[in-house]
């Protein structure tokens, strides 16, 4: 699984010994903000930095783009570079277990080129679990020259998503949260329930097994096998995040053309002329 962004504890440990490699912690919990920040000074993986999920991999919300908008390719570029990370750089990130915060981290690395960046399956967890040891030491990392590429098709905006829903552009949209909040009949983050017309509902968890490990590639390729891989998708969720996991089970099954919707549901409602579709 040596192309896969996807990768187990083995294949990090026998990479690390290669050098040229930053791991990234990025635990988090959205309703304690020091959690992450607390979790990593209380044991984190030897040689990881910590990665403030709320305050470096978002910007502040505004009228619209959504509750949880995309930072610059500079703002981004600058963090980075000073934990040690350029393009070149492999980058393994996890979190707690496997969620949409180290996926959300693993998209926007790529997206600004850091093509070598890869999610450590069942995270901190599960490298504890394996009784392997954990360091307190903060690392403090040589800081490099990030010079963004970004990949701007991998994006769209909410004109794009209207020419869809529009039927004036060829492509699926993708909404990725649970069953309850696509039939509009919860909206637990947002002031109106519903979901795009004509999106389809997966849900981001049924890339994960029961016991939360990322499914095999031949489990997430059946998932998704109403899909064809000819046709473009765009993913889209509350906010732009819990999309990202959705964005790599599509990849990892083989998926060429997925695109992301960053601002969301939360920017599509911020529309009053949009048309919001409920049920089925």
């Known amino acids: 699984m040596s192309n896969s962004s996807i990768i187990g504890i083995e294949w990090l440990q026998s990479r690390i010994k290669e050098g040229n490699i930053v791991i990234a912690d990025v635990r988090f919990n959205p309703k304690e903000a020091l959690y992450g920040r607390q979790a990593y000074d209380a044991g984190h993986l030897p040689g990881a930095v910590f990665v403030d999920f709320k305050a470096e991999l978002s910007d502040p919300a505004g009228e619209h783009g959504g ?19 350029d393009r070149t750089t492999t ?25 070598d960046t890869r999610v450590l399956d069942g995270g901190y967890q599960a490298w504890t679990e394996a009784g392997l040891p954990v360091s307190v030491d903060k690392p403090q990392p040589a800081a490099r020259e990030f010079i963004p590429a970004v990949h701007e ?12 829903v529009n039927g004036k552009k060829d492509a699926k949209l993708i909404d990725s949260r649970d069953r309850n909040q696509y039939l509009g009949l919860d909206a ?52 732009g995040i819990s999309a ?24 599509w409602i911020s529309y009053k002329d949009n048309p919001i579709a409920t049920g089925d």
């Open 153 to 164: 098709d991998w994006v769209v905006d909410v004109s794009t998503v209207k020419a869809v």
């Open 91 to 115: 980058v393994i990130v996890y979190e707690d277990v496997n969620g949409p915060a180290a996926s959300r981290l693993w998209w926007l690395l790529r997206y600004i080129g850091v093509e």
């Open 188 to 239: 637990p983050f947002d002031p109106v329930a519903g979901h795009i017309p004509s999106a389809l509902n997966y849900f981001w968890k049924d890339g994960l097994e029961a016991k939360g490990t990322w499914k095999s590639l031949q489990d997430l390729e059946k998932q998704f096998d109403k899909l064809s891989k000819d046709e473009e998708l765009i993913v889209y969720c509350g906010s």
């Open 244 to 267: 990202t996991p959705n964005v790599l089970a599509l990849k990892e099954a083989g998926f060429k053309n997925v695109r992301l919707y960053p601002g969301s549901w939360s920017d």
């Open 67 to 85: 509750r949880s908008p995309l930072p610059s390719a500079e703002r981004l570029a600058k963090r980075f570079g000073e934990l040690g990370i």
